[in-house]
């Protein structure tokens, strides 16, 4: 609660200092606003500080320690991007204040995800996510990819927005209300009428496929994230795929728990076609950005896995864990890719011929990204996979079976990078000039990365 | 002190990746040294009766049953000695070739040494996991960027077998680990453990630890290789540079033996009657099949590396057959092929390194011109025949009589090992030392200081450890019993 109000104030602080125009003042304005919120959030989950400012909005939301935690995640994620938009954004100009306010805003909605506890705030929450993030996609102006991608993402997530619409009132007609305990009581009661439910509930899951980017609801996925600008990628795949993700455990975990035998089957066939089909197409492309797309599809085929094993003991740990390596990992890759591809002005994976002989420091970065998000350990990874996997091992055995096949093919298009940074030999190496800002992110990634190797279960047991 | 042996050649990789001080070689060399001291240490601390002293235990992941425990019994203790004695030898014969980003190579050495040592002490099913794919990341940069023709694809061809190999692993300890515990208890409770003993305790029902121990046989058996799963090691070792495969065959394929005594058969041995005579027919197999092709190679390297089959495939069966005999023979012998192993690997490399060629053909009457070398790799070769009063004699002895003991017939037909083994390894004595010498073997230079340090120790040791293998039996011994002891098959 305190973060969504330190986060509000300082997005409306940094669109009236977009007046300026003075780079260095916006970034430290927005940076400055999420290190506060990240501090308050981990305070209060250090504390088990639930309550205080709850009380106001009960029946809307409530900040309980999943909702804490998950809120961490996004504004390590923030943070880290933020770090990186100094050099980043300096395509924009009289824009720039407006993407600061905007990148605040959507995380704003993210929290709102994270702690809902009424279906209509959870809609509020992806709305006020995602209408930002149509704008940040077409934040290039000038460019015909990125006005294409805001168009594809606006034109599909409003489509997604109309599915998850329909299910909220069709969900709202089989039990007569938007509260989630509510619900939850009247589906356990069995006091509804269960085409209807089971009706609403398939569509609010189709809903959110489409934000998640879960097949076959990810056509969409591929060009977006190429098309736009490839700072708004990483966030997208990192604290938007979170948020998503989030939003839709906490969902069906606590209303729609009971009927796990109705959308279980479903949620497992959508989770094995993703990983599946994801993992196989990424194999195939050569350039980067589309295959990190194809890759975060992927991870949420696995992240699926969580939702299948609402009940078990550790799942909501296991997802935790897993976002948050997986969102590290991302954005570290995704830094040493804009410095070598904006640099070089080439976007497919050659730019990283012979990388380790000229930047050892940004190579080691990117293997240990890439290590990280094929599982592989003793990266922080493996063990948000481990954990994953055992959650939803005892109900799913078969579908571990496919997700594990799935980690084997994925290394193949992981190490790719690894090949062309270290073993392609006679190739002129990319010329790279490293900003101190991305110098800072990096190596905080890589603490951060170490310390989730030396003890996921600090992360793992907090939820 | 475990933890120490972990530590010293992690904390060493890490400084000199990091670091990149000039003389990477020589501090990698001296960390090598200084973990063969503390393991000469620990061998005695052991033999004093300290062996539940030296463990390091302390949780890793407490809310989900996870331990970071190390602890040393004679098994593992045989196999850390085997990792730190050839751990110097392996990085000294690394300095006769001069490498491009000289550290990130000692570096990725000393991290896969810490690795093996993890392994080979781990006490938890999940820190050993970890381990065992920890030693495969460095292992293959050092295949990938060292290595000679069409390294990428062989070594990415390795890494794929193995890591595939070993995730089937991981799910048969998921598995079994999901099993321990009170299954009454909540899910609030922390019920499950990854403890060895833990695991151990769990009983399967056969149709479950047939599924258990396929999962595991998958990792090692890649790992080893056994018959069919063999096809990547040809390629990688000949590919890698010498090093690297030194590592892999010296050391590394122990892990997929070790990992069949400590995890396999303990954590399902109900098992056992319906799948080891599949797997004991494939390692006999495996044999005969490697030993047919030693003969026919002409490539000195790719000859040792299928012999290396043959010799693992022998040992894993003296696994199966699960005896005292049979296992104290796999135990003597994977020390022995250890070193042995990494002799030839040594010898082949100097001899392409003079000559520029691992053809067979091309070699011919060195021994003429080098008769220090002639008489080492004698030696070493004789002990790799496993001729009498060698070191490769005692351990093949145990392995027959367990498998005889198990099964009179796979007895004969791993029998056979003993005489292909000298016709191919005679065979490329012969072709490379004697004979006339040709333009190129007429000049050839015999072995510096550094080289006959390293064959010298290696035939010292094949010498005395053929007359004294007890050294080695009796400090498995009491662990061998107990093992044999804790699993009911």
């Given amino acids: ?463 | 002190m475990s933890l120490l042996l972990l530590l010293i050649p992690l904390i060493a990789a890490g400084f000199v990746l990091v670091a990149r001080p000039s003389n990477g070689r020589q501090i990698a060399l001296l960390f090598t040294l200084a973990n063969l001291a503390l393991t000469a240490y620990v061998v005695m601390a052991f033999q004093s009766g300290g062996g539940e002293a030296l463990a390091f235990r302390t949780p890793w992941v407490p809310n989900a049953g996870i331990s970071f425990s190390l602890s040393l019994d004679g098994i593992s203790l045989l196999l850390v000695v085997l990792t730190n004695l050839l751990a110097p030898i392996i990085v000294l014969s690394s300095f006769g070739r001069t490498y491009e980003h000289e550290n990130r190579y000692y570096g990725m050495v000393l991290m896969m040494l810490g690795a093996l040592n993890g392994v080979f002490m781990a006490e938890d099913g999940l820190l050993f996991y970890v381990f065992y794919e920890l030693a495969l990341i460095p292992i293959y940069f050092i295949c990938a960027i060292w290595g000679g023709q069409d390294r990428i694809r062989v070594t990415l061809k390795f890494f794929i077998y193995t890591f595939i190999g070993s995730l089937f692993m991981l799910m048969s300890l998921i598995y079994v680990y999901l099993q321990t515990g009170d299954p009454l208890a909540g899910n609030d409770v922390i019920r499950h453990s990854f403890l060895w003993r833990d695991l151990v305790a769990v009983p399967l029902s056969p149709s479950t630890a047939w599924w258990v121990m396929l999962g595991f046989f998958v990792a090692f058996a890649v790992k080893m290789p056994i018959f069919p799963f063999h096809t990547w090691q040809p390629d990688t070792y000949t590919t890698a540079p010498t090093g690297g495969t030194m590592l892999l065959s010296g050391i590394m394929l122990k892990m997929g033996v070790y990992g069949v005594i400590r995890w396999m058969v303990p954590l399902a041995p109900e098992a056992m009657h319906t799948l080891v005579p599949t797997f004991m027919t494939l390692a006999v197999v495996g044999i005969v099949y490697a030993s047919i092709i030693a003969v026919k190679q002409s490539d000195f390297k790719r000859l040792i590396a299928y012999s290396s089959i043959a010799h693992v495939g022998l040992i894993a069966a003296g696994v199966f057959a699960w005896n005292k005999t049979g296992v104290q023979g796999s135990l003597i012998q994977m020390f022995n092929h250890g070193i042995n192993v990494v002799g030839l690997f040594f010898v082949a490399d100097l001899i392409e390194r003079r000559l520029g060629t691992r053809s067979l053909a091309d070699m011919g009457g060195i021994a003429k011109s080098a008769p220090r070398l002639a008489t080492l790799f004698m030696i070493i070769m004789l002990g790799a025949v496993a001729v009498p009063l060698t070191n490769g004699f005692p351990g093949e002895f145990l392995l027959l009589n367990g498998i005889w003991n198990y099964n009179a017939w796979m007895g004969a037909v791993a029998g056979l090992t003993i005489i292909f083994g000298a016709v191919y390894m005679l065979r490329a004595y012969g072709l490379a030392m004697f004979g006339e010498p040709n333009e190129a073997t007429a000049q050839f230079a015999d072995l510096d200081t550094r080289e006959l340090t390293i064959l010298g120790v290696l035939a010292f040791l094949v010498l005395v450890l053929g007359f004294f293998p007890q050294t080695i039996l009796g400090l498995t011994d009491q662990s061998v019993n107990a093992i044999l002891g804790a699993v009911q098959i």
């Fill in chain 1, 1 to 463: 609660m305190k973060a969504l109000l330190i986060l509000f104030f300082t997005a409306i602080a940094v669109l009236f200092a977009g007046l300026s125009k003075n780079r260095k003042t916006l970034q430290t304005i927005a940076l400055a606003g999420s290190i506060l919120a990240l501090l308050a959030t981990g305070i209060d989950l250090m504390l088990g500080d639930t309550t205080g400012l709850n009380e106001h909005y009960a029946t809307m939301f409530r900040f309980d320690q999943y909702a804490l935690a998950f809120s961490a995640v996004v504004l390590i994620g923030t943070v880290l991007i933020l770090g990186l938009s100094g050099w980043g954004f300096r395509a924009l100009t009289d824009t720039l204040g407006d993407n600061y306010g905007l990148i605040l805003f959507s995380l704003c909605g993210a929290l709102c995800m994270f702690s809902f506890t009424n279906m209509v705030m959870l809609f509020l929450g992806i709305e006020i996510l995602s209408i930002p993030m149509y704008v940040m996609a077409g934040s290039r102006r000038d460019e015909p990819e990125s006005n294409e991608a805001a168009l594809k993402y606006f034109l599909m997530g409003a489509f997604a927005t109309g599915f998850l619409l329909f299910g909220i009132a069709l969900v709202y007609g089989a039990t007569a209300s938007f509260d989630m305990q509510v619900i939850a009581r009247a589906i356990a009661e069995g006091k509804h009428s269960l085409g209807m439910l089971h009706m609403g509930i398939l569509l609010m899951l189709v809903g959110l496929s489409f934000k998640v980017s879960a097949v076959p609801f990810h056509f969409w996925a591929p060009d977006v994230y190429t098309g736009s600008p490839n700072l708004v990628t990483a966030f997208m795949s990192t604290v938007v795929k979170t948020a998503g993700f989030a939003a839709l455990y906490r969902l069906f975990s606590s209303a729609f728990v009971d009927a796990i035998d109705f959308w279980g089957i479903t949620v497992a066939a959508i989770a094995a076609l993703t990983m599946t089909l994801a993992n196989v197409t990424a194999l195939f492309q050569t350039n980067f950005k589309r295959m990190m797309a194809y890759s975060s599809i992927s991870h949420a085929g696995y992240l699926l896995l969580a939702v299948l094993a609402i009940g078990q003991a550790g799942s909501a740990g296991a997802m935790l864990l897993y976002t948050l390596s997986y969102s590290i990992a991302t954005i570290c890759a995704f830094a040493v890719y804009i410095l070598v591809a904006e640099q070089n002005n080439n976007a497919s994976l050659d730019a990283f011929n012979g990388l380790s002989k000229r930047e050892p420091f940004l190579a080691a970065v990117m293997v240990i990204s890439m290590l990280s998000l094929a599982g592989i350990p003793p990266t922080a990874g493996f063990f948000g996979k481990y954990f994953l996997f055992t959650a939803a091992f005892e109900r799913y055995p078969w579908l571990i079976g496919l997700a594990v096949i799935n980690s084997a093919i994925s290394i193949y298009y992981y190490f790719k990078v690894i090949i062309a940074m270290y073993f392609v030999r006679d190739e002129a190496s990319p010329v790279v000039v490293t900003p101190v800002g991305f110098k800072w992110v990096v190596a905080g990634g890589l603490v951060l990365i170490a310390l989730l190797t030396l003890a996921p279960g600090s992360v793992y047991g907090l939820i």
